[in-house]
């Protein structure tokens, strides 16, 4: 049950609060490092335990990361898979997306920087002249192109990336009417434009009839969840579109190994045996973003191996955390501190 409420999450105020309650023996937290600090500045005798969840959701987060930078990868080699039918050896021409703001302003940007340094300016002069930020500008200085700085926007799927099928049938049956399409894909849950269905179907009219398109690739969210779910959750066409997304990405199917090892520490509780050898695999081996994590895990070691191995987590208090963060919102903009921490600690 909450016992205190402190006005903030500084090192220094939670560091002030267990000065006062010397009985502190066992700290569980998520992964931040003002916590980390006030412990070992005002409870150096407590354990510290990195709680599982929060392990867990910075892995998926880096997992995430990691399909975002092989989506485009991975959608070319999904289209150039083998067993496709006869028909589809029609040439077809495609419709490429439009750039976006963000993508053309980022090449821009790249452009800019890169003639400026090679002209033998410095990070601090870009940046005054060109008005960035300096670490901005020291990132697109390290790209070797501006498709490195390019995330999800790059690879984005389209919208009509699930009628498709639905599409080239209708085209096919004679119904070449761009807005009556758009009509009927809107009924099946489009929510584009009738511009974008026209530029689609437009140079298709001229090659039929047409071939049953190639299936779009899963989502990045659908594979990040593949690679993070419990096996024995997945359904059967889970598991085959999984092992065809590995099949596609070498670096996607060390990753998912990885994941597995980490989850399987997690589960056993072995991480006092396992952990160690595990962060310097994935600091060899594994994709940038999984580095990284690994690299915070090393940085946070003590508490992550507690984590890993201890029975102490925060799951018991998650029901008193949501109920406080229900009264925050419900107050917001309508009263202080001092009325919100009586009302938490106060409930009748």
């Not at 050896?89 to 490429?96: E, G, N």
């Not at 999800?152 to 599409?167: G, I, N, T, W, Y």
């Not at 690739?217 to 997945?234: G, K």
Request: charged fraction near 30%; aromatic fraction near 4%.
């Amino acid at each position: 049950r909450p016992i205190e409420v402190l006005a903030d999450r500084t090192a220094a105020t939670l560091a002030q609060w267990l000065r006062g309650h010397a009985g502190v023996e066992v700290v569980c937290r998520d992964r931040a490092s003002a916590y980390a600090e006030a412990v070992k500045t005002a409870a150096p005798h407590a354990i510290q335990v990195a709680d599982r969840w929060h392990l867990w959701h910075n892995l998926a987060e880096a997992v995430d990361k990691t399909v975002v930078a092989e989506r485009a990868a991975l959608r070319a080699t999904m289209e150039q898979m083998p067993e496709k039918p006869a028909a589809q050896s029609i040439p077809l021409p495609s419709v490429a997306p439009a750039e976006g703001r963000l993508t053309t302003r980022t090449r821009e940007r790249y452009a800019a920087v890169r003639a400026r340094i090679e002209r033998g300016d410095g990070i601090s002069a870009i940046s005054r002249e060109l008005r960035l930020d300096r670490k901005t500008v020291r990132r697109f200085a390290r790209a070797d192109t501006a498709d490195q700085l390019l995330g999800a926007e790059r690879v984005r799927d389209s919208l009509l990336d699930p009628f498709r099928a639905h599409l080239h049938d209708r085209l096919n049956t004679g119904c070449r009417d761009a807005a009556t399409l758009a009509a009927e894909i809107r009924a099946l849950g489009y929510r584009g434009s009738v511009r974008t269905v026209r530029r689609y179907v437009q140079p298709l009219r001229e090659h039929l009839p047409l071939p049953a398109p190639i299936p779009a690739p899963p989502t990045v969210r659908q594979v990040a969840r593949w690679m993070t779910c419990r096996p024995d959750r997945l359904t059967d066409g889970d598991r085959v579109q999984l092992k065809q997304v590995l099949e596609c990405s070498e670096v996607l199917r060390v990753t998912h190994r990885q994941v597995r090892e980490f989850a399987d520490i997690m589960t056993t509780r072995t991480g006092n045996q396992r952990i160690q050898s595990w962060i310097t695999r994935v600091t060899r081996t594994g994709a940038p973003a999984l580095r990284t994590f690994a690299r915070g895990l090393r940085s946070d070691i003590d508490a992550v191996t507690n984590g890993l191995t201890l029975p102490h987590s925060s799951g018991a208090v998650e029901g008193s955390v949501t109920r406080i963060k229900h009264l925050k919102r419900s107050m917001y903009g309508r009263a202080k501190f001092d009325l919100l921490r009586i009302r938490i600690l106060h409930p009748n």
